[in-house]
């Protein structure tokens, strides 16, 4: 994730603004902008908590939403432009048509959980919509999944921030770590995996998606 505003902005933005900058912020994220979703969600969570002006509950609820309208604005996003995009100039990354081909058919066997642990990873939490979008992930599906996590996600931060207050950036920041390890070494094994088995899945793909991919 890109941070783009200080903390210190945030605190304020918080207190002129208060829930609409949590809403802007989170759903910005969610549809693929690089900003500090979950930053602010903390920081709004530690000052509901602190002063009192904030319900937590409606904070929550008013993340998940944000989340998960981002989230399907990224789908659609995906959806309508982004495959378009890697048939184009996916040739240029070493992305021949056979490999989206291959990254359509994993989604569609994995992509529930894709789209539902992404929500707690930041750079996966940016891209995982408009990844789904772009490989056709069923919408229902997504939105199951994209709704399970945003949820979860809304209340593991929102209340844990308000509850907590200060404490909780300090237990955060090893968890994010820790996620990113997770994240970057499931990618590594999958990438080995794939490697290793690229031409056998190339064939399944290819059953399952005969013919030229369209847009």
Known sequence: MISVISEDTIQHLIQDYGLWIVFIMVMSESMGIPVQGETTLVAAGIYAGSTREIDPHVLVAVAAVAAVIGDNIGYVIGRTIGLRLLLRYG?????????????????????????????????????????????????????????????????????????????????????????????????????????????????RAEQAFPGALRD
């Open 91 to 203: 040739r240029y990354v070493n992305l021949s048509e056979s490999r989206l081909k291959l990254g359509r058919y994993l989604f569609l066997r994995h992509g529930g959980k894709i789209v539902f642990f992404g929500r707690f990873v930041a750079l996966l939490r940016t891209l995982t919509a408009v990844l789904a979008g772009a490989d056709k992930m069923p919408w229902p599906h997504f939105l199951f999944f994209n709704a399970c996590g945003g949820i979860l996600w809304a209340a593991t931060f929102g209340f844990g921030a308000y509850f907590l207050g200060e404490k909780v950036r300090s237990i955060s920041a090893p968890i994010a770590v820790a996620m990113v390890f997770i994240a970057v070494a499931t990618i590594i094994v999958g990438l080995v995996y794939l490697r290793r088995h690229e031409e056998e899945l190339k064939k």
